[in-house]
């Protein structure tokens, strides 16, 4: 079976179930900055529009991948414009309630539609979910790197390091038991 849900705006990025497969979430990028949040019926397939349809992240926070806690219903999503990381708890109905978001670290100008500088992109929790890795991608000055944040009580981030890399950062991967992070 095939189904599908037109989302308001363009440039939705991708769809990720939630661990219990009873929602998913789509997260909207670039200046369609957007987080919608359908309701899943792993019976049939169908995915349903939950009201509001959308969750409104903050405005040019550019939510791009999403990631769940192992553990808590806490769902993280890379910002491509903000450059850090948005924590939103997951209500028993689906719905996110946001939460203090983390920056990496600060942009040296405004974001641009089209401008190829620093963007947020992939990121993963480890299994035992205390840490949370997110990839900073920087066309504009070679400054790739990976952040890495403490998970802390009810899910909140704290900045722990910053590792410069050498190549494009595209994809985040983690072993099941929490081995190297790396490229895809």
Do not use: C
């Amino acid at each position: 079976m095939v189904t599908s849900l037109k989302t308001p705006n363009r440039e939705a990025h991708g769809i990720l179930t939630m661990p219990d497969n009873r929602f998913v979430n789509i997260p909207g990028v670039k200046n369609n900055n957007a987080l919608y949040q359908p309701a899943f019926d792993e019976t049939t397939g169908r995915l349903n529009s939950l009201e509001p349809v959308d969750a409104q992240p903050p405005v040019m926070f550019g939510p791009r991948q999403v990631v769940y806690h192992p553990s808590m219903p806490i769902a993280y999503l890379s910002n491509e414009q903000q450059l850090g990381v948005s924590v939103y708890q997951i209500g028993d109905d689906g719905q996110l309630i946001g939460l203090p978001h983390a920056m990496t670290r600060p942009r040296r100008s405004p974001f641009e539609a089209g401008k190829r500088d620093p963007h947020a992109s992939s990121l993963v929790v480890s299994p035992d979910g205390k840490w949370l890795f997110v990839a900073v991608r920087d066309f504009g000055e070679d400054e790739y790197s990976g952040f890495t944040f403490r998970i802390g009580a009810e899910g909140k981030l704290s900045l722990e390091a910053r590792t410069r890399g050498g190549d494009i950062p595209v994809t985040l991967a983690m072993s099941p038991v929490g081995g190297r992070v790396g490229r895809e």
